[in-house]
C-alpha cells in the first residue's frame, strides 16, 4: 500500500468513523428525527444542486466569475411568483423563471462577460457590481415583503403512512425527483453528446475549435444561457419550500459557490456530491447542534481545501 493510499484510508477512518458513530447514536435515540433530518437534507441538497449545477456550467467549466448569480435565482424566483398569481399555472410560472433568468444572462455573457474572457479579476468585480443592481431593482420592483408560491395542486398536502416517518410533504419529496431528472440531463448533455464535446473543448483550445470552424462565441452563449436558467428554474422550485425576500441570492450564491468547491470545478457528478454534503450538514447542523451548525459548512471547506484542493471529483486543467 502506497503513502498517498494509506493517507486516504486514514482519511476515511477520521471522517467516516465519527459520522458513522453519530449516525448509529441518532437513530437508536430518535429514529424518526434522525430519518426526518436525512430527508429533509437530501431534499435542501436536490435543490441546492439543481442551482449550483447552472453555477457548475458557468463558473466550474466556462471560467466565467459570475457572482450574479444569486440574483438570477431570485429573479427567477419572482418571475415565477408572479406568473402563478397571474395566471395559477405552476408550469408556466416554472417556464416563465426559467427563460427570465435564462435571457438576462443571455444578455450579461454577450454585452459584458464576453470581453472579458479569462480576465478572472474584472468579471468577479463586474458581476459584484450587477449583483448589487439587480438586487436594488427587484427590491424597488417586488418590494422587502415575503413572497412564496403555492405548490401546484398535485404536489399540495403531505403523503401519509409512510414507516416510522408517518407523513412527509408531497412537494418536497418530489425536489429530489427534480434534482435526479436535471442532473442526468446534464450529465448525458456534456459527455453524450456534440454539443457537450464543443462546450469541453472550447473550454480546453478555444482557439483550436474556432479553427475547426465552430461559432465558439455562440457556444459559449448557449451554454452560460442554460446555467443561467437552472438559476432561475432553481429559483421558481424554490420559492414554495423557501420564502422569496431580500438577501436569498446571496445565501444561494454562497451555497452554490461551497458546492462547486467541494466538489469540484466542471464536475457534474462533483456538484452533486457537493450538494449532498452540504444539505446534509446544514438539516443536521441544524437538528442536533443548532449553535455550531453554520461551522460545519467551514469544516467541510478546510478539509476539502486540504487535502482535496480541487474538489472531491475536481481534475487538473
Not at 405552476?90 to 417556464?95: D, G, H, K
Request: zero cysteines; hydrophobic letters at 55%.
Amino acid at each position: 500500500m502506497t503513502r498517498q493510499e494509506r493517507i486516504r484510508w486514514a482519511l476515511w477512518i477520521v471522517i467516516g468513523g465519527p459520522i458513522a458513530v453519530l449516525s448509529i447514536w441518532g437513530l437508536v435515540d430518535n429514529t424518526r428525527l434522525y430519518l426526518l433530518t436525512l430527508l429533509n437534507g437530501l431534499t435542501l441538497a436536490s435543490l441546492y444542486f439543481i442551482v449550483a449545477s447552472g453555477f457548475t456550467l458557468v463558473f466550474g467549466l466556462m471560467r466565467n466569475v459570475n457572482l450574479a448569480h444569486g440574483s438570477l435565482y431570485l429573479l427567477g424566483g419572482y418571475v415565477g411568483y408572479t406568473i402563478a398569481l397571474k395566471t395559477g399555472w405552476w408550469i408556466l410560472a416554472v417556464a416563465g423563471g426559467f427563460l427570465a433568468a435564462a435571457v438576462v444572462g443571455l444578455l450579461m455573457q454577450v454585452v459584458i462577460l464576453r470581453h472579458m474572457q479569462g480576465q478572472d479579476l474584472r468579471q468577479t468585480m463586474v458581476t459584484i457590481g450587477l449583483s448589487i443592481v439587480f438586487a436594488d431593482l427587484m427590491l424597488w420592483v417586488f418590494t422587502g415583503e415575503v413572497h412564496q408560491m403555492e405548490a401546484p395542486e398535485w404536489l399540495q398536502g403531505p403523503i401519509r403512512d409512510i414507516p416510522i416517518i408517518r407523513a412527509y410533504s408531497a412537494y418536497r419529496l418530489s425536489l429530489l425527483g427534480f434534482g435526479i431528472g436535471i442532473g442526468v440531463f446534464l450529465w448525458w448533455l456534456l459527455n453524450r453528446t456534440k454539443v457537450g464535446t464543443m462546450i469541453r473543448a472550447g473550454v480546453d483550445d478555444r482557439a483550436m475549435l474556432s479553427a475547426a470552424g465552430v461559432n465558439v462565441n455562440l457556444v459559449f452563449a448557449i451554454t452560460f444561457m442554460l446555467g443561467a436558467g437552472l438559476a432561475g428554474l432553481g429559483g421558481v422550485i424554490g420559492a414554495v419550500e423557501l420564502s422569496m425576500v431580500p438577501g436569498e441570492d446571496t445565501r444561494l450564491l454562497l451555497a452554490s459557490l461551497v458546492v462547486v468547491i467541494v466538489g469540484g470545478m466542471g464536475s457534474v457528478v462533483g456538484a452533486a456530491i457537493g450538494a449532498v454534503i452540504l444539505g446534509l450538514a446544514e438539516t443536521f447542523g441544524l437538528a442536533y447542534a443548532p449553535t455550531y451548525s453554520v461551522v460545519f459548512t467551514f469544516i467541510i471547506l478546510i478539509g476539502v481545501l486540504a487535502f482535496r484542493p480541487r474538489g472531491i471529483m475536481g481534475k487538473a486543467a
